[in-house]
């Protein structure tokens, strides 16, 4: 008997030494011996601080949103709107009114309680000290707390963005009792997410390590870092070499030949909301304030054919609305490529071609390859084009200040089709029917109601040849055969981690 029951007690240590050492559940169900799994995750946008508040940089949001700072409304990776700190909310039927109610037992890293004070303490900071995200809450009127569990937000007018808004850094929830920060420190970023920050080199690497007190499920991996690389070689190399478990690099191309020359990697892409497209200068002393000069180019470029040439397409688009957008419709047969009807369109103006002079064509330098294929097919029907290849850093200042006919650009982000519903824009565009519709859709008290104006904002805007939105990019990630739980899309500008880890 003292044999056997030795026996029993030994077995049962090696079975539970062999169970940590397999990361194999031996708990009851419902609790689990959290793994102790390493993660690393290569990068090229590298942030230079932590301070989420005031670096308006994308890199601090991506490394930081979702991973240790939550936010009041929160996003799939579909660009749905899905419970965040708030598990519920409900709208008034004028769209004024916002009514939010907090899942119980939340608290922040430090085990300070997050509750409604702290909801309503956030807001006025970020408004008053105008940090980032602050002009997404400019319709702002009240902001009550009724009990800890419920937040009350009454606005000026109505704003149907204003929930999205509440999925990004305006919605970020600070810990009133900590106090608010900027001095950038990985001791400062007290958030309320599965991790805090460890460790933080500036241009190199922000180490994550799991959030013991996170009031929801523990993160898969017990450290994530994320290492910066300075262009998508260095990356692509070290994801070769095995230095990174996961990579993302922003050339989907440069993912396409590590997979070829190392077949044990994994590549998957997603979907993003950033777009590419030919921007018009639309000023009065351009060829293109004239909207049948703006079709005809819509007609001779291939823009579908072109959409499938490129390797960070996620598909043609034809629209300011991308596929993960409220109010997406295809648009892409408004101006089906047609040369012909271009030439018909430019016989029409006194002089043909040459009352279109030279276009300038202003090109970013990673881009030079479509910048001429497009050149040629305008070329095609008899348009003179002078290609002006530049870094994204002179492109941006020559749209900026005008200095383009036409220039082949991105834009980024959900909402960003606001642009062309305003009159005062980058793009000089203006057009009265543009603005009207998407003041209806601003208007709107509903997301269903918005999604609809959008759908017919677009259509209005694209039909106007206010730009040519050639395609949607896709984004990129390579990986381990031994990783599993990372996003795939938009992770080019959100990147929870949570569910990151390695077998």
Request: overall charge negative.
């Amino acid at each position: 008997m003292i044999f056997v029951a030795t026996a029993v007690a030994l077995s049962a240590i090696v079975w539970v030494v062999w169970s940590l050492a397999t990361h194999r559940d031996i708990l009851p169900s419902g609790a689990s011996v959290h793994s102790q799994t390493t993660v690393s995750v290569g990068l090229t946008d590298a942030p230079q601080s932590l301070d989420i508040r005031t670096d308006d940089s994308p890199a601090v949001e991506r490394a930081l949103l979702g991973n240790v700072y939550e936010t009041l409304v929160s996003r799939d990776e579909h660009n749905q709107l899905v419970a965040g700190l708030a598990k519920r909310w409900t709208t008034s039927d004028d769209g004024l009114t916002y009514t939010f109610t907090l899942r119980s037992g939340l608290r922040f890293a430090n085990g300070d309680t997050l509750d409604s004070s702290d909801v309503v303490w956030s807001l006025q900071q970020i408004v008053r000290n105008k940090y980032v995200g602050a002009d997404d809450l400019a319709g702002l009127k009240s902001v009550t707390n009724p009990d800890a569990t419920t937040v009350t937000v009454t606005l000026a007018h109505t704003d149907p963005t204003l929930l999205r808004a509440l999925a990004g850094r305006a919605g970020i929830v600070y810990d009133q009792q900590a106090g608010m920060s900027t001095s950038g420190k990985a001791a400062d970023t007290v958030g309320s997410g599965p991790f805090t920050v460890s460790g933080f080199a500036a241009g190199k690497s922000v180490t994550l390590t799991r959030n013991e007190r996170y009031w929801g499920d523990a993160s898969a991996a017990a450290t994530v870092t994320l290492r910066y690389y300075g262009d998508d070689k260095a990356l692509v190399e070290a994801a070769r070499k095995g230095d990174v478990d996961v990579a993302m690099p922003a050339n989907a191309a440069a993912a396409a030949g590590l997979a070829k020359q190392d077949p044990s990697l994994t590549v998957a892409s997603g979907t993003s909301t950033s777009k590419v497209m030919l921007a018009f200068n639309n000023d009065d002393s351009s060829i293109f304030s004239d909207q049948q000069a703006r079709q005809t180019v819509r007609y001779a470029v291939d823009a579908k054919s072109i959409a499938a040439s490129q390797a960070d397409s996620a598909g043609a688009l034809g629209g300011p609305i991308s596929q993960l957008e409220p109010g997406y419709e295809d648009l892409t047969s408004l101006f089906p490529f047609d040369q012909g009807k271009a030439s018909q369109m430019i016989a029409y103006f006194a002089g043909g071609t040459s009352y279109f002079g030279v276009i300038n064509f202003v090109v970013p330098q990673d881009r030079a390859d479509l910048g001429n294929t497009i050149a040629d097919q305008l070329r095609a029907v008899g348009l003179s084009v002078n290609v002006q290849t530049v870094d994204d850093a002179t492109l941006d200042e020559r749209i900026a200040n005008g200095q383009y006919t036409m220039a082949l650009t991105t834009m980024d982000g959900t909402d960003d089709a606001a642009v062309f519903g305003s009159s005062d824009n980058r793009f000089h565009y203006t057009s009265g029917s543009a603005q009207e519709t998407y003041a209806k859709a601003m208007a709107a008290t509903n997301d269903d109601a918005y999604a609809a104006a959008m759908k017919t904002f677009a259509k209005t805007v694209s039909e106007d040849a206010a730009a040519d939105w050639l395609y949607t990019r896709k984004t990129t990630v390579v990986a381990t055969s031994r990783a599993s739980g990372y996003p795939t899309n938009l992770t080019d500008q959100y990147l929870p981690l949570g569910d990151l880890t390695i077998k």
